[in-house]
């Protein structure tokens, strides 16, 4: 077992559970009609207020777990508890930022904010009012009455961002929220990330490609292998809590991102 493995458990981190995965695997037909494992005995908790990020080869899954803790797709077998309770499909409790911000585009930013507390039928003045708070939060405010087509791609991720957390979500699950975005503002969306956590209090967790993206962010990364996908390492990060950018550079950082990279040096898909 690697030094960097922490068995699932980050001993710094004393909260409660936020969300356990439980022997989860899942299963599919492909078109041709033979049978597909997407992900074999997934076993890891996280806590709360912690930030997790996952990375692995295209393919094995990543995205998939997301969804299936989201109550967006249905595991083929297991048990996922969400704040010491049994899953029972999508919950208010979780807020989802997709790899594209699906906008609306003949709603205004605020009202694309507002998207999920309508379906919640939740106060609508309560509402609007946690919307512009959370549009200043992401730094949007004066925007509120523009329209997608008027926004960057990263202010429309950041809308992303503050409509998933209109419904005060405690866990918020990123799907590589920032892929399509160009380098330096992917960076400037890290370090915003960074600062909202500490905000909202929430527990984290972020899909991507990006193995430095998934160091800097995350207070533990969680290895996957190709599919069928399962967990094959989970590396406690050890970094300052107030960090910049220029510590990628370090080479403390250096070591986690080669540590990663030799466990997948034969395997395509990793930036």
Avoid at 28 to 49: M, P, W
Avoid at 164 to 179: C, Q, R, T, V, Y
Wanted: net charge neutral; aromatic share 6%; hydrophobic share 40%.
């Amino acid at each position: 077992m690697s030094a960097f493995t922490t068995n699932g458990i980050d001993t710094k981190v004393k909260n409660a559970s936020a969300f356990c995965f439980q022997d989860i695997n899942k299963n599919y037909q492909s078109r041709d009609g033979l049978n597909v494992s997407a992900l074999s005995n997934i076993n890891f908790e996280v806590f709360k207020k912690e930030f997790v990020t996952v990375v692995g080869p295209s393919g094995c899954g990543k995205s998939t777990l997301l969804k299936i803790l989201a109550g967006i797709v249905n595991a083929s077998s297991g048990r996922i508890e969400i704040n010491g309770m049994p899953q029972k499909g999508p919950s208010s409790e979780i807020g989802v930022v997709f790899q594209n911000p699906v906008l609306l585009p003949w709603r205004t930013i605020l009202n694309n904010v507002l998207i999920p507390a309508e379906i919640q039928k939740r106060d609508i003045k309560e509402s609007r009012k946690k919307a512009y708070e959370l549009l200043d939060m992401v730094g949007l405010k004066g925007f509120e009455t523009k329209y997608p087509k008027e926004l960057s791609g990263g202010m429309q991720q950041r809308v992303g961002i503050a409509r998933a957390l209109i419904n005060d979500p405690s866990i918020l699950l990123m799907d590589e929220p920032f892929g399509a975005l160009d380098a330096m503002t992917r960076e400037l969306m890290n370090m915003e990330l960074l600062r909202l956590k500490k905000r909202i209090g929430a527990t984290i967790m972020l899909v991507t490609h990006s193995i430095p993206e998934a160091i800097f962010l995350g207070d533990r990364v969680i290895i996957m292998s190709p599919r069928p996908g399962c967990v094959e390492e989970i590396m406690d990060i050890d970094l300052p809590y107030e960090k910049e950018l220029s510590i990628i550079n370090s080479e403390h950082f250096g070591v986690y991102d080669r540590h990663i990279r030799n466990a997948f040096n034969s395997k395509a898909g990793l930036d």
